[in-house]
């Protein structure tokens, strides 16, 4: 199903041995979670994060291209992980290296936008106080390991916020110009707040990868949460995405970006949108349909 849509990459949230098995020989590049409960562990020995990689990514490996590991999902800014992050992704980061893997796995950890405490103007952009004992450790640790900024980036949230001041086309790609502060799009404006926050402190090359970006296809319909919004959205931001214009702060950069999220999850908790941001059914059937090679 994957190879036949010209998906490239997947990323999955832990490491089950089914799926990264399944994953063999296809070429398709994989980043593994690490699972946010393991991080305590982890954090306190670099034998456990040995013995987490030596069972999760080596039985795998290379046959499988995992490519990054993400220690933990959106544990900051509050967290209540916070303080085993960094350690946490020292020692998986230690482990891949004693194996002498460190150039071809990176590690790194995917952080939401919340963590800014300022973004617009873009320009503006600045990491919230609490947070930047924790970021700018990080952001030597990713500088210095050639690793990546992870980040899910939602203009959907931003949108339903305020959606007086924010307007749907802007969010969905569809804006033919500029805004005052030189944006087409809510994509590359946040993006651009968090590049902008990293430079503020002194990290201005590191890599962004988008962990997830997406739209929900039902569950709040005066919200924008509908199947053509959904599929504008989509359908727009890869094709943004593999054009390689980057965003107005670093143009014509390429960066990686993973759609959230494959499949919609009829079991999933908080708000009804959660269950309807797939672009399959469990049966594989489109939601709606999509292009991955971004025409």
Request: no cysteine.
């Amino acid at each position: 199903m994957y190879t036949s849509h010209r998906i490239g990459k997947m990323r999955i949230y832990d490491a089950d041995p089914g799926v990264l098995q399944a994953f063999q020989n296809t070429g398709i590049q994989v980043t593994v979670g690490v699972p946010n409960d393991k991080l305590p562990d982890i954090a306190s020995s670099l034998d456990i994060a040995k013995q987490w990689v030596g069972e999760n990514i080596m039985p795998h490996y290379p046959a499988t291209h995992i490519t990054y590991i993400s220690v933990g999902n959106e544990i900051l800014p509050n967290n209540a992980y916070v303080p085993n992050l960094f350690p946490a992704m020292q020692n998986i980061y230690n482990a891949i290296q004693s194996l002498n893997l460190h150039t071809h796995i990176k590690v790194s950890t995917t952080i939401p936008m919340s963590v800014l405490n300022n973004s617009y103007p873009p320009s503006a952009g600045t990491f919230s106080p609490e947070v930047i004992p924790i970021i700018q450790p990080m952001l030597n640790f990713l500088s210095k390991t050639n690793s990546s900024f992870m980040a899910d980036v939602y203009p959907y949230f931003a949108y339903i916020s305020d959606p007086k001041n924010i307007p749907l086309a802007y969010a969905l790609f569809q804006s033919q110009t500029p805004n005052q502060v030189g944006y087409k799009n809510l994509f590359d404006a946040s993006v651009d707040a968090l590049i902008y926050a990293m430079e503020a402190l002194g990290h201005a090359d590191i890599p962004i990868v988008i962990a997830e970006s997406g739209w929900p296809s039902a569950g709040n319909t005066n919200g924008g949460a509908n199947v053509k919004n959904a599929q504008t959205y989509n359908n727009n931001f890869i094709k943004h995405v593999l054009t390689g214009q980057g965003t107005p702060k670093r143009p014509k950069q390429t960066m990686e970006a993973f759609v959230f999220a494959l499949f919609n999850e009829n079991q999933k908790p908080g708000d009804i949108t959660e269950q309807h941001f797939g672009l399959f059914l469990p049966t594989k059937q489109e939601v709606y349909p999509v292009s991955f090679s971004g025409y």
